[in-house]
Nanobody, 125 residues
Framework: QVQLVESGGGSVQAGGSLRLSCAAS????????MAWFRQAPGKEREGVAG????????YYSDSVTGRFTISRDNAKSTLYLQMASLKPDDTAMYYC??????????????????WGQGTQVTVSS
């Protein structure tokens, strides 16, 4: 049974930082391309950051470039998202996602097979 379990969300003031984690089980984590998505109320789910299997190649949406860092520890089957200089617009449910197949840097929702249940991030001004 495949499980992706996010943690690390919470409430923070603007300018603050958070680190999200996503623990994977039931898959050979190192074989999967991974990504973080987020969804705010009334909005579509959007890709935030992605990372390929080896971890050396990462990509980000324009809205978070320079503030967020995605990383992975294949030995621990865990994906991370370090978020800094948070803004109220970053408030959303954050999800990790996994794909065994090649993924686009456009981070399309349909490219990903497995999803976590999400962790809430709330940034107050």
């Amino acid at each position: 049974q495949v499980q992706l379990v996010e943690s690390g969300g919470g409430s923070v003031q603007a300018g603050g930082s958070l680190r999200l984690s996503c623990a994977a089980s039931g898959i050979t984590f190192s074989n999967y391309n991974m990504a973080w998505f987020r969804q705010a109320p009334g909005k579509e789910r959007e890709g935030v950051a992605g990372i390929y299997t080896g971890g050396g190649d990462t990509y980000y949406s324009d809205s978070v470039t320079g503030r967020f860092t995605i990383s992975r520890d294949n030995a621990k089957s865990t994906l991370y998202l370090q978020m800094a200089s948070l803004k109220p617009d970053d408030t959303a449910m954050y999800y990790c996602a996994a794909s065994l197949w090649p993924t686009s840097r456009n981070m399309r929702v349909q490219d990903y097979t497995y999803w976590g249940q999400g962790t809430q991030v709330t940034v107050s001004s």
